[in-house]
């Protein structure tokens, strides 16, 4: 069965740090460049981070930047998104992707997305 199965979200207070994984199955995940995305209560879902079938591309939105480090484990199929000075306007549900292309230039703005994951909360919060 094809699955992305996401996992580490929660709550925690600003300036804290979670580390998301995502665990794929059924399918070769180095066949994929991986994103995350999150989706805000009464927004559209974002483009968080992207990273390349190797590992060797990554690419990140403006917003956060600097702060979240996406990598990628092929041996073990789980991709990882390191979130540090978390703060309130992260909040949303997080989302790992599987799709075809690049991470840069029409491959971010424009994903072709193969798998979903289910989503996994993260709240940030005093």
């Known amino acids: 069965q094809l699955q992305l199965a996401e996992s580490g979200g929660g709550l925690v207070q600003p300036g804290g740090s979670l580390r998301l994984s995502c665990a794929a199955s059924?399918?070769?995940?180095?066949?994929?460049?991986m994103r995350w995305f999150r989706q805000a209560p009464g927004k559209e879902r974002e483009g968080v981070s992207c990273?390349?079938?190797?590992?060797?591309?990554?690419n990140y939105a403006s917003s956060v930047r600097g702060r979240f480090t996406i990598s990628r484990d092929n041996a073990q199929k789980t991709v990882y998104l390191q979130m540090n000075s978390l703060k309130p306007e992260d909040t949303a549900v997080y989302y790992c992707?599987?799709?075809?292309?690049?991470?840069?230039?029409?491959?971010?703005?424009?994903?072709?997305?193969?798998?979903w994951g289910q989503g996994t909360q993260v709240t940030v919060s005093s």
């Open positions: 992707a599987a799709v075809q292309g690049s991470c840069y230039g029409p491959g971010w703005h424009n994903p072709t997305v193969d798998y």
């Open positions: 059924g399918f070769t995940l180095d066949d994929y460049a």
């Open positions: 990273i390349g079938r190797s590992g060797g591309a990554t």
